[in-house]
């Protein structure tokens, strides 16, 4: 799922120097061991090519995802897991069927057009209609063009357009379908923003659930062309497709290590297993999921049984609507274990990060502490630390019930892996194995530091303040576009 370079939208960056009162003259040493252990024998690199050759892509609510599913629990088996649960949840599950786009002025002579379904799209649809370019499709966009969007199918560019004013934020594809649909279009072409042809695929649905237009992305150069075609006389689009949706289990995989001191405080490490399908996923969220798992392989390996109880958790569902991360809250806020969980680190499309990121300011000191000894280990991790807020990935869930997240950061995607995002170039030709183990080594110690230190400063938020901190992270806007802004206003 989409991060804009990361798994939070990060607010400010901080380089001053503070006093690590909370860091343990021990952590020095288990540090190096960590280092040391990842170093030599880190599995990351190597399950995840075994898993891209003998399962392929990872689609929830396939046999594929099936596969995922009980290879992640089979592997966290081997590195020493006793305590390995799946937790089970119900799905509604969407795949793609048959889809032809064709465009042009003439409805009798339309042109086929290279395009790929986005997620949730009706099970069937059959339209030719008119086609009216939305620009980036914000909710702006439909404000200063009252009724332009009726009964027509939008064209919305994916990012921001070149010239668009200063400032301008863009939207989730999902939160600009649903603006597509309170508008009253009847379908909506994205324009994906890569070169060379590629097609994004990914949920256009704020819910996980089935939506009522056709959506659909056509590459960047057919789609610039078709927009310059729209501005200079009317232009039609005879979407057909169908999809298949239904309800299907799917199932998250926990592994837990019970603290040796606090054990009803609990930190939850976790990315993403599944993938779509166009690809095999291995940089989103291979790369990040797979790090988790060597992690954990990391802590069983060196025996480490920091303070606080640690969950690594294998997330399926993300990608069609963070589903098995909503599974996992719901049944923690249920059982009323939500107030134990002191910290969610997340780690989607993750690699060869330069230091750490929260959602917390309070957790500076102890975040740049420890990356301050993974500094003095290796020079490469640069320590940076930065806060702020933002959507679209497993940390979501936590993060709108109070949880403080956070995960690593100033990393980049390997071998220009990014035009690849849900794509059909998403393969292991692109995972870089070194850039693998700096996302294990680092964030090993992260998580340790957390899970082992006396106090966590950052504060578990009460209702009323998550609000206000949502507020202050201006998320408020995609929250309501996507139904999830419970506070009255």
Partial sequence: MKKNGSFLVLASLFFTSVSFAQVKEEWNGIFRSINEEVQKNSKAYATLKEATETIGHRLTGSKNGEKAEAYAFKLLKSYGFTDVRYQPFEVESWSRGTLSVQTGANTNALKEVKSVTLAHSPVASDITLEVVDMGNGLEEDYIANPGKTDGKIALVYLGVLPGSKPGTRSLHRSEKTALATKYGAKGIIIINTADGGILLT??????????????????????????????????????????????????????????????????????????????????????????????????????????????????????????????????????????????????????????????????????????????????????????????HSDHQPFMLHGVPTGGAAGGRLPNNAGPCYHADCDGFKLVDEQGMKNTVRFNAMLLFGIADTDAIKAKHFTDSETRDFLLKSNLKEPLKIAGEWRWED
């Fill in 202 to 391: 990914g949920t256009a649905s704020v819910t996980g659930k089935l939506i009522p237009i056709p959506a659909v992305c056509i590459g960047k150069e057919d789609g610039m062309n078709f927009k310059e075609a729209v501005a200079r006389e009317k232009q039609y689009a005879h979407i057909k497709m169908t999809n298949f949706s239904g309800m299907i289990k799917a199932r998250n995989v926990i592994a837990t290590i019970k603290g040796k001191t606090i054990p009803n405080e609990k930190i939850v490490v976790g990315g993403h297993l599944d993938s779509w399908d166009l690809a095999t996923g291995a940089i989103d969220n291979g790369i990040g999921s797979f790090s988790v798992l060597d992690m954990a392989r990391t802590f069983k390996a060196l025996k480490l049984q920091p303070q606080r109880t640690v969950e690594f958790v294998m997330f399926m569902g993300e990608e069609e609507g963070l589903l098995g991360s909503k599974a996992y809250v719901a049944a923690a806020v249920k059982d009323k274990s939500i107030d134990q969980i002191r910290y969610m680190l997340n780690y989607d499309m993750t690699n060869d990060p330069k230091g750490y990121a929260t959602t917390a300011v309070e957790s500076r000191e102890l975040f740049e502490g420890i990356g301050a000894i993974a500094k003095s280990i290796d020079t490469s991790f640069t320590n940076q630390f930065r806060t702020g807020a933002g959507l």
